[in-house]
């Protein structure tokens, strides 16, 4: 019986983001897992469709400036040139040291099975659910990273972080997760905490996710039971933390410091990639963050950045073409971003289609050559062991893993 | 759960309020649209056109800045830009206070909701120094005098906004062919795009990667000018008829008729009234809506030419409305709005608050739930889902608002075992009452309620 409602309860909360099955930690001291190995992964969503052709520049094609003339092709790219054929965006030039240690890496020609209607929110939906494109991303009922979770040896509810305050829908599912904001705080006294916990009994939504929230408060040290909570002033002080907390450098931070603690793997979301118009300035402002993200993850998990991953994907590319206005519209092909000590950097993977016209995706997107799913299966298979019938039915259903590219150092 | 009176104000308007009485009916309800709209009145905010002359002398100042920057008057033109711009933004930050007192006081709570329901439909965020703050504005102008009328006349008012023509970046699209295009400039699709996927067909309409480009074409010459608004310009219009969803648009001399032609059919397409319908659905009663309401409402709206009155009555009138109460959880501007209406904050305390206390009180811990003021992600808008928002991070703030807010707001609160009865009406529980008693403070008390799912729930 007891096991029956269990069941229910569990399957009841499968939709739901953060559900950890941590008890009450008023009843139970808070257990960590025993965390699954060493190695580390963060997952870095890119929302907004990130133009992978300006990102990682095809600068040896003599038709990037063509097709782009008033993108700033042309300028000057001596001091982020790859490998003699790419080169990266002037606003990565930061990253060029990780670059040149093999601690960066580029997937050009990449997408999700997300084609044509050219959606951002069924392509993040999609990319999120990691299925095929037969099954309607807003239908799918969990994310990838949950589903990895699941088959995970030895993940506890402080394994996986999703970071930050937009949902994260590749980390919900069965699994338990952690979920939390950098500026987020729980200051109660044990009366109202008492209290809430039974006001919250019957509503399995509120129950679970309140129970989580206590559990990674107290966890983290921003919980109180000062019975007075907050003062006016306190409010104020706040206000700061809330205005930082979406900053790039504030999620890496944050990601970072679980990293260095319990957490194997982090998730968060970096948006300003819809670049319709005047595209120099907002790309700029985006590889910007991304670049910081990337720079305080090295910067503050210490010797623990040898043993990371991380990756960041988008929905998917924009179209080859520069469009009327200095920006360019929503595509297919883009490219996806790898970091980190575990990574075998200094290079561009992936088949590169060319930009003719007819080698485009209805001769106006850079045409996908490989799946985005297969280098995170792939990634996952090094950096966890899980076998490639595992990763392509039950992480990623449906896809074929194409030959090992080798990501890991 | 059939309709109550509490249930009515709860779901349909901005919660209890100690001195207003709930609607009595359905009709009640609906009465609610009929008459004038009172709060706009009593609580006046700007719209947008008011605005256009104060934009243009900004921006005359701002470029007299700009060129002057190397010359003897530098430091006072900066000056005369900076204090002209500040004016500006103090005035349109201070659309807060009117914005929550309406939804505090109003007897026609139901306006607020369908305001903020078709302002999140056709959202827009502000993309320069002058906008970033008029959205208010817009929603005065554009949104709020439509949302009793037809879709199509909502549809056309909101493509011929500025604040739409600037945000999905139609302001510079150009036809490529046309003569202003001078073989430079050319199309842009982000407006053309949304305008299906979002604001009309849905993502499942049947529309392709051809209509979108065909709809960019037909779109240009919709532009606006900072100091006169909407402005249409033949000179950038893409030669040519256009064929958009299998019907042919314009080919004669540019026309913005050839436009509103397109807006006026498009307003009645099939996959516009469902996906309309079940939005509206979606929003009001449940993530996962009865289809029989649906069919209802997008009944009713295909037989009348699309009056929205007609769908909300559909709407109303469906069992589905009642019974499904409590299943969409408030976001959190509704759930501030709501715990500020009973608690009856003041319309003169609102007026005096200060830019630091609308930030610590509001739009700061509005931004911790995860709905920053006027300022989503995207052109979708914010998440419907309830567990979009009832994350721990989300939860958490959404509670340090409770115990917080209303002791830094009031110096005395109200008893919780009558501010119980005051916020949830006929839908308090009993562990609800049961914690008002128990609470060891009014603080913690009146917290408490504000944080239990029967205040969270609609």
Known sequence: ?409 | MAFTPDIAAIRFGEGLAPEIAAPASVEGVLDQLRGADLAAKEFPITPLSDLYGTFAKVSTLQKAARRGRKGPDAQELSKAYKQARRELNLHLEGALAPLLSRSITTEQPFRERLTRFWADHFTVVGKNNLTRNAVPSYIEETIRPHITGRFSDLLKAVMTSPMMLDYLDQNSSVGPNSRGAKGRRGLNENLARELLELHTLGVGGAYAQGDVRQLAELLTGMTTEISRGFVFRPKIVEPGAETVLGQSYGGGPPAVEDVMAFLDDVALHPDTVRHISRKLAVHFTSDRPDEGMIADMADAYAATGGELMAVYEAMLHHPFAWSSFGQKVKQPVDFIVSAMRVLEVPPTSLRQFNRSKRRAYVTGPMTAMGQQWFRPAGPDGWPEEAEAWVTPQGLAARIQWAMAAPSAIFRSLPDPRSFVVAALGDVADEKVTFAARAAETRREGVGLILASPAFQRR
């Open chain 1, 1 to 409: 019986m007891a096991d029956a409602l269990t069941r229910r309860r569990f399957l009841l909360r499968a939709t739901a983001l953060g559900c950890s099955a941590a008890a009450s930690p008023l009843m139970t001291p808070m257990t960590f897992a025993q965390a699954p190995g060493e190695n580390r992964l963060v997952v870095i969503i890119l929302r907004g469709a990130m133009d992978g052709l300006d990102a990682v520049r095809p600068i040896g094609d003599p038709l990037l400036r063509q097709y782009r003339p008033g993108l700033g092709m042309s300028l000057e790219s001596a001091a982020t040139e790859l490998d003699g054929f790419f080169a990266l965006h002037p606003a990565l030039a930061e990253l060029m040291p990780l670059w040149k240690q093999g601690d960066l890496a580029v997937a050009h020609a990449v997408s999700t099975p997300y084609r044509d209607k050219r959606s951002h929110f069924d392509g993040q939906d999609l990319l999120e659910a990691g299925t095929g494109a037969d099954v309607d991303g807003a239908q799918a009922r969990d994310g990838w990273l949950n589903r990895m979770l699941q088959v995970l040896p030895g993940a506890g509810s402080e394994t996986a972080f999703a970071i930050g305050r937009s949902e994260m829908k590749l980390m919900s599912g069965r699994a338990p997760v952690s979920s939390w904001s950098p500026d987020g705080r729980l200051d109660m006294s044990p009366q109202a905490r008492l209290l809430l916990e039974e006001i919250y009994h019957d509503d399995p939504l509120f129950h679970d996710t309140s129970m989580d929230a206590l559990a990674i408060a107290e966890s983290l040290g921003l919980a109180s039971d000062d019975s007075f909570g907050m003062s006016s002033r306190d409010m104020r002080a706040a206000v700061k933390a809330a205005n930082a907390a979406g900053d790039a450098s504030v999620l890496a931070s944050f990601a970072a410091r679980r990293l260095n603690e319990e957490a194997r793997i982090a998730a968060f979301s970096l948006g300003g990639w819809d670049t319709h118009r005047a595209q120099t300035r907002g790309i700029t402002r985006a590889l910007g963050n991304l670049k910081d993200a990337i720079l305080t993850l090295q910067s503050e998990l210490g010797p623990r950045w040898e043993k990371t991953a991380v990756v960041a994907v988008t929905e998917f590319g924009r179209t080859a073409r520069e469009n009327g206005t200095r920006g360019t519209d929503h595509g297919t092909g883009g490219a996806m971003i790898l970091g980190g000590g575990a990574i075998r950097g200094g290079r561009v993977y992936g088949d590169w289609p060319g930009l003719e016209e007819a080698a485009l995706y209805a001769r106006r997107d850079l045409m996908p050559t490989s799946d985005v799913r297969s280098y995170i299966a792939w990634l996952m298979h090094g950096l966890y062991g899980l076998d490639k019938t595992t990763l392509g039915t039950v992480v990623f259903p449906g896809l074929h893993l194409a030959d090992d590219p080798g990501l890991l150092a």
